[in-house]
């Protein structure tokens, strides 16, 4: 059962917020224009569905903007968006300059939490994205999973649930991102204990149409059979190594030596972890 914290952990942020997901426009908000405004690089959500914004932009031009976004500054000017993307981008769409907007003092730490949370009360994110961000709260802000599950008012099996999903091999996670699989059958799949024997039920699930139930049958079924024979894993040169760049990079890392030196392989989980990876590299 999950708890009835989730209310709590957006009021520590946002002081005068209820535990409800209706925020009233204060007098302090202020009209900003469209333009000095900088997307959140926190952001969670990736894939946002135009039919969505566009009904939401059709919504705004008729009956204006409810609720403001939250911004913090960013000098010269420009302010970096906090919460509220969706309305941005439908103001946009629907023609507005400006947009209601209330200041805050953000950490980076509060922003990516107050996005996160903000998705999850009002829009949820694919259980991918949820996990993505799950673990950049962890690594990149030293949140344990207690933490993380007393701040959004979850359970904390239900919090490592969510981060196992980013065990599964990448056209795994992608099925998951695209609804073709659900956060129920992902966790199933994780029972099998290889990535093949995964993959294999991952596309059987999805080219049968099959319900979690049968899913769990088919899994069942997998594991009843001898598993095959193979070579002893090869020891891992520098595990204490791994180990650190896999806490820096938020992602699995694996350091591969042969006679010649060896190689560095940084596993991303599309194309915006790719894009979240190289900024930590490159600064």
């Known amino acids: 059962m999950e708890k009835k914290a989730l209310g709590k952990g957006l009021e520590a942020l946002l002081p005068g917020t209820t535990q409800t997901t209706t925020v009233t426009i204060p007098e302090v908000a202020q009209r900003i224009p469209l333009e000095q405004i900088l997307p959140n690089p926190f952001q969670p959500r990736k894939d946002f569905s135009e039919a969505d914004i566009s009904e939401l932009a059709d919504s705004i031009y008729k009956n204006g903007i409810l609720q403001p976004i939250l911004v913090r500054?960013?000098?010269d000017g420009r302010y970096e968006l906090i919460a509220g993307e969706r309305r941005l981008r439908a103001a946009?769409?629907?023609?507005?300059s400006t947009i209601p907007a209330m200041l805050r003092n953000s950490t980076d730490e509060q922003t990516i939490e107050l996005a996160l949370v903000e998705n999850l009360q009002r829009k949820d994110l694919n259980p991918i994205e949820t996990a993505r961000a799950y673990q950049r709260l962890i690594t990149e802000f030293a949140f344990t999973q207690e933490k993380l599950a007393e701040q959004l008012g979850k359970e904390r099996s239900s919090v490592a649930n969510t981060l196992r999903l980013l065990n599964l091999p990448n056209e795994i996670q992608r099925l998951v991102e695209s609804t073709k699989l659900t956060a129920g059958h992902a966790k199933v799949i994780l029972g099998l204990p290889r990535p093949d024997l995964q993959l294999k039920v991952a596309r059987q699930i999805v080219e049968g149409q099959l319900s979690v139930r049968q899913a769990e049958n088919l899994v069942n079924a997998e594991q009843r059979?001898?598993?095959?024979?193979?070579?002893?894993?090869?020891?891992?040169?520098?595990?204490?190594?791994e180990d650190r760049l896999q806490k820096r990079l938020g992602t699995r890392v694996t350091i591969e030596k042969n006679r010649k030196g060896g190689r560095i392989v940084i596993h991303c989980y599309g194309i915006s972890d790719l894009d979240r990876v190289l900024e930590l590299i490159m600064g």
């Open 73 to 75: 500054r960013k000098g």
């Open 225 to 241: 059979h001898p598993k095959p024979k193979h070579a002893a894993p090869r020891p891992r040169p520098y595990p204490d190594l």
């Open 92 to 96: 946009k769409l629907a023609g507005l």
